[in-house]
């Protein structure tokens, strides 16, 4: 996963039984070598959705996925599934982690949970690494890297994964749409927009859809594991809780939501989680058009207006679910106190775009 570096002292609140944790993966794991005894846990900071923990074990680390408390989605946080698609796709799509075991049994750690190996490779969070320094040519070079490793998931022979039955037909665009709006509008809470104009837009807008694929739907700088003897190499790519089959213009919007350049308002520039920024970086323009080039597709300014808002309006719907357990007090994490404004920074983007569409 990330560097040992990322990982702190696990909350409270986040805390599990290590011990009954470690007996049942010594009996599941797909290989236990090394699992003797118990690891040390640490928690990774980063993640806002799933809680995700090293497991330190004197020969061999491993990462742990489980679900928060709380509230949450229907569809979201199924760890079978997450685990699932990896298993399936790893043979196909060479940058997902090893899985090692999956289980379903709540009297373990209170929830479901998966393991799976860790990668030893550099995650960029808001800034590069520490010790990590990018010339601009390198900036464009990982851009480009990045690029082309979404692009290779794109081209995944789905049938031969194994993942068709990820497949719920046509429409998927009119489904995001709607279900979106509506995981919206039952996260909503008192100190944040409606986002009712928007939803509007997005429904009296949409496209039909373009292609369909397998697509991560969450994909972004800090979810890809980096060399750490190049870090403009990809070696990994994590948190697979979303992916699906779908529109591959849909994941592009949806990873440029978090893309926020150097050139972008103030309010947008103050939540900015990943090193996008930096001088050399492809701009959102450009890596439209260079995404486009490499999959043989083709979207004009005006039609890219759509995938660009719903990604926007589809972080705040992101951001809403998490703050809704914030502020219904189903999690204490602090860094969740002030996710509210960043709702109404993206209410403001969503409404400028459409303005600027004149549609």
């Known amino acids: 996963m990330a560097t040992t570096d990322d990982a702190r002292a696990v909350r409270d609140e986040d805390a599990f039984d290590v011990s009954a944790m470690a007996q049942w993966l010594r009996t599941h794991a797909s290989d236990a070598a090394g699992l003797d005894g118990t690891p040390q846990v640490r928690q990774f900071s980063g993640g806002a959705s799933n809680l995700t923990y090293l497991l330190e074990y004197e020969q061999r680390d491993l990462v742990l996925r489980r679900p928060p408390a709380g509230r949450k989605a229907r569809s979201a946080h199924d760890m079978r599934r997450e685990f699932t698609i990896q298993d399936r796709l790893r043979t196909a799509f060479p940058y997902v982690p090893r899985m090692v075991g999956f289980c379903d049994d709540d009297a373990v750690i209170g929830s479901d949970f998966y393991v799976m190996e860790r990668l030893d490779g550099l995650i ?28 290779d998931l794109h081209a995944v022979d789905v049938e031969a994964a194994g993942l068709s039955d990820l497949r719920r037909g046509a429409g998927y665009v009119g489904r995001q749409v709607a279900g979106w709006s509506d995981r919206y509008r039952k996260a909503r809470t008192r100190n944040v927009g409606s986002f009712e104009k928007v939803m509007a837009w997005l429904d009296a807008n949409q496209p039909p859809d373009l292609r369909s694929c397998l697509i991560h739907n969450d994909y972004r700088l800090d979810n890809v594991v980096l060399d750490k003897d190049d870090p403009t190499r990809v070696i990994g790519v994590l948190d697979w809780e979303m992916a699906t089959i779908g529109d591959p213009l849909m994941d592009l919007g949806g990873a440029l939501a978090y893309w926020v350049q150097a050139d972008d308002d103030l309010a947008f520039r103050l939540f900015r989680r990943q090193p996008s920024h930096l001088p050399g970086m492809l701009s959102r323009r450009e890596i439209v058009h260079e995404y486009c080039e490499r999959a043989g597709l083709s979207v004009t300014d005006e039609e890219w207006t759509f995938y660009e808002v719903f990604g926007l309006f589809r972080l705040a719907g992101i951001v809403q679910q998490i703050y809704y357990r914030y502020h219904h007090k189903q999690t204490t994490n602090p860094a969740f106190k002030h996710l509210y404004l960043a709702v109404i920074a993206l209410d403001w983007r969503c409404r400028r775009l459409i303005r600027a569409a004149g549609r």
Do not use: F, Q, W
């Open 124 to 151: 960029p969070h808001k800034e590069m690494p520490a010790g990590v320094t990018l010339s601009p040519e390198e900036a464009r070079a990982l851009c480009r890297r990045v690029l082309d490793v979404l692009a």
